[in-house]
């Protein structure tokens, strides 16, 4: 198997690019998944997002998709946005195939908590109110 896609990047996330790097012909079902910046968090209106990654963001997103796909047997590909993303942006797409839906959805929960959990990308919400707060700090 070939390297997993993983992207940590500036550029506004090609879907189309995620989801082809899963497509293969024995996959019955593929899912993807759009983390997408929302107006509101904790009941206060959000009006933008600043994401900033560590240095080693890149090359930990990618073994850590290496890492899923091995333990899964799926094919699967992530792609995390940094920089300033407005409402309604995607900050995470994520991809898994599989030969059955089940599995699909199974590991891209899976995939996506871990990216979450453990890749060194933090957020800065900027707030209506002209407050801001910093998030997976």
């Given amino acids: 198997m070939t390297q997993p896609y993983a992207r940590v990047d500036e550029q506004p996330i090609d879907e189309a690019a995620v989801r082809a790097a899963v497509d293969s012909p024995e996959s019955g079902a593929v899912v993807v998944f759009h983390g997408v910046i ?12 600043d994401y900033s990654a560590h240095p080693e963001a890149q090359r930990l997103l990618a073994e850590l998709v290496a890492d899923e796909a091995a333990r899964s047997g799926l094919r699967l590909a992530a792609a995390h946005r940094v920089g300033a993303l407005r409402i309604g942006d995607a ?47």
């Fill in 38 to 49: 929302r107006n509101h968090d904790g009941g206060a209106a959000v009006r933008a997002l």
């Fill in 91 to 137: 900050a995470l797409v994520a991809a898994a195939a599989a030969a059955h839906r089940a599995e699909a959805f199974a590991a891209i929960e899976r995939l996506v908590e871990r990216i979450k959990a453990e890749i060194p990308i933090w957020k800065r919400q900027h707030f209506a109110d002209d407050t801001s707060e910093w998030v997976g700090l």
